[in-house]
C-alpha cells in the first residue's frame, strides 16, 4: 500500500479492520473511497443506458468484498484485491445472462480501420460507440482490447467457445469500422 500516504495508508488500514469487524461506517467510507473506479470499471462491460445494472454488479461485488475482507493478506494493494473481486463479480452476472451461445463460428481477416478515421475522434466519442455495441460483443472486445486477454480466457470467464469469442471481437471490430467510417464522411 506504499503508493499512498502514510495518512492515508493508516486510515485505510483501520478501515478494513473496521470492515472486519463489521462496522458499517467502515464499510460505507471504503464503498465510497472506490466507488467511482469500480464503477468506472464495471462501465467498460455494460451498456452505458442500463445504469441500474452497473450498479447492481458493483453492488453485488461489494457485497462480496466484505463478506470476504478477512481473506485480504494485506500483500499487494487493497484496490487490486477488491478490482480482482468486482470483475468476477462482472464475468458472473454475465454468465447468467448470456442470451445466446453460438456453437459454430466462421471467423475472417480483420479489416482494419484508418488510424487517421480513427485519431479524430476524441476518447469520449470511441467509448460511446463500444457502449453502443451488442452486449457480449462489447464484453468480448473489452476484454480482449482493453483488458488483453485472449480468446481462451475470454471463453472461460464468459461461458463461449473461443470461436464464438473471436466472431463477437470481429463483429465488434467490423461495426467499429462502420460507425467511424460513417462519422468522418
Not at 475472417?108 to 469520449?124: F, G, N, T
Request: charged share 30%.
Amino acid at each position: 500500500m506504499s503508493y499512498i500516504g502514510t495518512h492515508q495508508e493508516e486510515e485505510l488500514l483501520t478501515l478494513i479492520h473496521g470492515c472486519r469487524d463489521g462496522k458499517r461506517a467502515a464499510q460505507e467510507k471504503i464503498y465510497k473511497m472506490m466507488y467511482p473506479k469500480m464503477m468506472s470499471m464495471v462501465k467498460r462491460y455494460t451498456n452505458m443506458y442500463q445504469y441500474h445494472i452497473a450498479e447492481e454488479i458493483l453492488n453485488n461485488g461489494f457485497l462480496k468484498v466484505f463478506q470476504k475482507i478477512d481473506s485480504y493478506k494485506f500483500e499487494g494493494s487493497f484496490e487490486g484485491w477488491v478490482r480482482r473481486i468486482i470483475y468476477h463479480s462482472i464475468f458472473d452476472y454475465i454468465r447468467q445472462n448470456i442470451k445466446y451461445m453460438e456453437k459454430v463460428v466462421f471467423v475472417e481477416k480483420d479489416e482494419v480501420i484508418s488510424k487517421d478515421l480513427a485519431s479524430k475522434m476524441h476518447y469520449d466519442e470511441l467509448m460511446k460507440l463500444i457502449q453502443d455495441l451488442p452486449d457480449t460483443t462489447r464484453m468480448v472486445f473489452n476484454l480482449y482490447v482493453m483488458e488483453g486477454f485472449p480468446h481462451k480466457e475470454i471463453s472461460e470467464k464468459i461461458g463461449i467457445s473461443e470461436g464464438t469469442s473471436k466472431w463477437h471481437l470481429f463483429e465488434a471490430r467490423r461495426i467499429l469500422k462502420i460507425k467511424i467510417e460513417a462519422l468522418n464522411k
